[in-house]
């Protein structure tokens, strides 16, 4: 079972639209992330957070928003969906310390049309 | 972070044994070594990590050379479902979150 959700699992938008892409997990992990990964390509880390109104920016620039009022909640936002969107976006949450294990979601598949 | 380098991919037949390996010449002594795999479709998972001596889990086995400057993810007797990309990656002291290469992608025959 998994103890890192997302959701939709598939979506697909027109252009233009606003669409939120849900994260929960259930370890009460304080560090959360999102990647962006294209078909057959490396994952790239968009954004992160170390706990409850903490975000940050990753390696790879991206239009979308994150936030993180709860813990176990980090949502992900496009407030104008575009084709150069279309991805598969990951999210992973982390224990505390460096040895412990990331934990991933199954990912958003999204096409914008 | 340091780098990793590893094959871009590898063939292996089923129910043999499959090494996997990596090279991290510029390691520092605080790094540790993870493995990550993605089957299709799928998020990554973690398959195991270790800093200085050899690990075993119910998933694979990790060699590191005695220098550290190496590793080798061991799957001792591979399967149809052991097809995927796998990642080898440092995670040191300062750092945060996973910096992910292109991978292994392992091909497994039947």
């Given at each position: ?10 979506l697909v938008i027109g252009t233009g639209k606003k669409i939120t892409l ?39 620039s991206s239009e979308s928003t994150v ?9 992900l936002t496009l407030e104008s969906a575009r084709p150069s969107h279309t991805s598969?976006y ?20 999204l096409t914008v049309v | ?110």
């Open positions: 079972e998994a103890d890192i959700y997302q959701t939709p699992r598939y849900e994260c929960s997990q259930t370890m009460g992990h304080d560090k959360m992330y999102w990647y962006q990964q294209d078909p057959g390509m490396e994952l790239h880390l968009i954004h992160y957070s170390y706990g409850v109104n903490s975000t940050e920016k990753g390696d790879l936030s993180r009022i709860r813990t176990e909640h980090f949502p598969q990951l999210c992973a949450s982390g224990g505390q310390g460096v040895p412990y294990g990331y934990t991933f979601g199954s990912g958003t598949r | 972070d340091a780098k990793t380098t590893q094959p871009n991919s590898m063939e292996s037949n089923e129910e043999e044994p499959v090494h996997l390996p990596c090279n991290h010449s510029t390691i520092s002594g605080t790094d540790y070594i993870h493995w990550y795999r993605q089957l299709p479709s799928q998020g990554p998972e973690y398959v195991i990590h270790g800093l200085t001596s050899n690990v075993n889990n119910r998933m694979a086995s990790l060699a590191i050379a005695e220098d550290r400057k190496s590793s080798t993810l061991i799957l001792h007797r591979a399967t149809l479902r052991d097809a995927a990309v796998y990642y080898c990656i440092l995670i040191g002291g300062g750092a945060d979150g996973l910096t992910f290469g292109k991978g292994t992608h392992l091909i497994i025959q039947p």
